[in-house]
């Protein structure tokens, strides 16, 4: 069974910058397809970004130009790094990734094999 583990969550005041790492273990299998979503309070969970293991990202409108994915495929992990921080990107950040047999792209909706327990993100204005 793959297990997701994030981290690099945390409090930043507007402006400033985080990087959220996440980590697929736990299987001999590698995963496709990796990315972020968020949910803040009261509102829906949120594609934030994407990237296949060749490289190709998408990005949701919010974040284009401030954030960036990326991932090392040899240690099936996926990086954010996350820059000019608003506070309307406070949310639970949650990674996700899919079975390596699995081609669901380009992403659109919630539907993923995989899904981590989330990281805070607080931009602070």
């Known amino acids: 069974q793959v297990q997701l583990v994030e981290s690099g969550g945390g409090l930043v005041q507007a402006g400033g910058s985080l990087r959220l790492f996440c980590a697929a273990s736990g299987t001999a299998f590698r995963v496709n397809a990796m990315g972020w979503f968020r949910q803040a309070p009261g509102k829906q969970r949120e594609l934030v970004a994407a990237i296949t293991k060749g490289g190709t990202t998408i990005y949701a409108d919010s974040v284009k130009g401030r954030f960036a994915i990326s991932r090392d495929n040899a240690k099936n992990t996926v990086y954010l790094q996350m820059n000019s921080l608003e506070p309307e990107d406070t949310a639970v950040y949650y990674c996700?990734?899919?079975?390596?047999?699995?081609?669901?792209?380009?992403?659109?909706?919630?539907?993923?094999?995989?899904w981590g327990q989330g990281t805070q993100v607080t931009v602070s204005s």
């Open positions: 996700a990734a899919d079975h390596q047999d699995r081609n669901n792209w380009p992403w659109t909706g919630n539907a993923h094999d995989y």
